[in-house]
């Protein structure tokens, strides 16, 4: 069964640097999404991204976040000047339809800022 | 976006079927619902779909009433795997993102 694969698993950083946070959706799925999940909280969505632009985001999606689709498979996450609060689960997920289709979800990456 | 209100836990034994309910009294005529799994420090995972009436597959059945203003999720025996975080969704309808509460924490007790 294909599914989203992302590197890495862990991640420790130094608050005020950056960190990329990578993701390989499903082949065949044209929308990608961000999540996040703080330790013991919901998952909060951050981003959506479709035919190489934004499509939505929500407020916790701030000039410090970035997305890009650098090539026909990557999907990354940029955090330009990590924050203390910035700890926590990032989720990448694709889907081949929006509006409905079935999200699938990646393993996550820990990102610990210190 | 419709709200959903769901129990915030729920314990069970092995083998039991376990029925988790979901109320979303404000759902839109054109939203599905959608459960999602979850395992400590894993990403969600979808586990079914549905518009109305009932929906099964391999994993669950779903029931939605004809009014679909609450759904309820069930997981026939279930295992000691099976304790997980379990989330109720109703799309939105114009967005693609999925709202998630604090779910159900399933306890599964051998």
């Known amino acids: 069964e294909p599914e989203v694969t992302q590197t890495p698993s862990h991640q420790v950083t130094q608050m005020g640097q950056e960190v990329i946070l990578r993701c390989v959706p499903i082949s065949n799925h044209l929308y990608f999404y961000w999540y996040r999940q703080i330790l013991g909280q919901k998952v909060e969505f951050l981003v959506s991204?479709?035919?190489?632009?934004?499509?939505?985001k929500s407020e916790i999606f701030d000039d410090q976040f970035s997305v890009e689709r650098p090539d026909g498979s990557n999907f990354t996450l940029k955090i330009r000047s990590t924050k203390l609060e910035d700890s926590a689960m990032y989720f990448c997920?694709?889907?081949?339809?929006?509006?409905?289709?079935?999200?699938?979800f990646g393993p996550g990456t820990r990102l610990l800022v210190l | 976006l419709a709200k959903t209100t769901q129990p915030i836990s729920m314990d069970s034994y092995e083998g039991q079927e376990v029925n988790i309910t979901c109320s979303h009294n404000?759902?839109?005529?054109?939203?599905?619902i959608t459960w999602y799994q979850q395992f400590p420090s894993q990403g969600p995972r979808f586990i079914i779909q549905?518009?109305?009436t009932k929906v099964t597959n391999e994993v669950a059945s779903l029931f939605i009433p004809a009014d679909r203003k609450s759904s309820t999720l069930s997981l026939p025996r279930v295992s000691l795997s099976d304790t997980a975080v379990y989330y109720c969704l109703v799309g939105a309808g114009d967005t693609d993102k999925l709202i998630f509460g604090t779910g159900t924490r399933l306890q599964v007790f051998p």
């Open positions: 997920a694709s889907s081949g339809m929006r509006d409905q289709e079935t999200q699938y």
């Open positions: 404000n759902i839109a005529t054109n939203d599905y």
């Open positions: 549905g518009y109305k």
């Open positions: 991204f479709y035919n190489n632009e934004i499509s939505e």
